[in-house]
T-cell receptor, first 109, second 115 residues
Framework: QKEVEQNSGPLSVPEGAIASLNCTYS??????FFWYRQYSGKSPELIMS????GDKEDGRFTAQLNKASQYVSLLIRDSQPSDSATYLC?????????FGKGTRLHILP | EAQVTQNPRYLITVTGKKLTVTCSQN?????MSWYRQDPGLGLRQIYY???????DKGDVPEGYKVSRKEKRNFPLILESPSPNQTSLYFC??????????????FGSGTQLSVL
């Protein structure tokens, strides 16, 4: 089982709708969870971090963590064309930050 | 301006010719790391460092060396590059808090081609 798994997509979502991105991880000892956004040809940038079970909201973004199910998700409300990018889920495992392969999100105008 | 600076941005070399990719950060971060990104494989960690003179292997360390003689610098060395090391490389750094690693700051990337 891969350490951090994401659906590669592409995920196509109409403008203004909610985009839902999912991630599962294998190491139950993982403590920190992150979502990064990467535009084509650019470096990743952090958009959300979450450390405890439940929801964490920041503007149009909500991260959700369920440690019992080893599941992390990212919701993007009122999706905009500028949200079209690859979204990388990352997990802190023993001081190593492990990334999933990313989900390509395409917002349809 | 807080930043991670990688050089060069693009590099074309030949098999076996030693090369170094430099990485420097100006944020006094303890943690620094190198990743390579390949289509279909995502970001994979090569080496990381928790502080000066402390380095450890990531998931794909074969064929690479690193050193951390100063807190701000973390060069990546390819002693004898091979074509399978053709990739996009990212350096990253962060603070370490009680929750572990905080936000990773990434450099702009180095596109390496080994012929």
């Amino acid at each position: 089982q891969k350490e951090v798994e994401q659906n590669s997509g592409p995920l196509s979502v109409p403008e203004g709708a909610i985009a839902s991105l999912n991630c599962t991880y294998s190491d139950r000892g993982s403590q920190s969870f992150f979502w990064y956004r990467q535009y084509s040809g650019k470096s990743p940038e952090l958009i959300m971090s979450i450390y405890s079970n439940g929801d964490k909201e920041d503007g149009r973004f909500t991260a959700q963590l369920n440690k019992a199910s080893q599941y992390v998700s990212l919701l993007i409300r009122d999706s905009q064309p500028s949200d079209s990018a690859t979204y990388l889920c990352a997990v802190n495992r023993d001081d190593k930050i492990i990334f999933g392969k990313g989900t390509r999100l395409h917002i349809l105008p | 301006e807080a930043q991670v600076t990688q050089n060069p941005r693009y590099l074309i070399t030949v098999t076996g010719k030693k090369l170094t990719v430099t990485c420097s950060q100006n944020m006094n971060h303890e943690y620094m790391s190198w990743y390579r990104q390949d289509p279909g494989l995502g970001l994979r960690q090569i080496y990381y460092s928790m502080n000066v003179e402390v380095t450890d292997k990531g998931d794909v360390p074969e064929g690479y060396k690193v050193s951390r003689k100063e807190k701000r610098n973390f060069p990546l060395i390819l002693e004898s590059p091979s074509p399978n090391q053709t990739s996009l490389y990212f350096c990253a750094s962060s603070f370490i808090s009680g929750s572990g690693n905080e936000k990773l700051f990434f450099g702009s990337g180095t596109q390496l081609s080994v012929l």
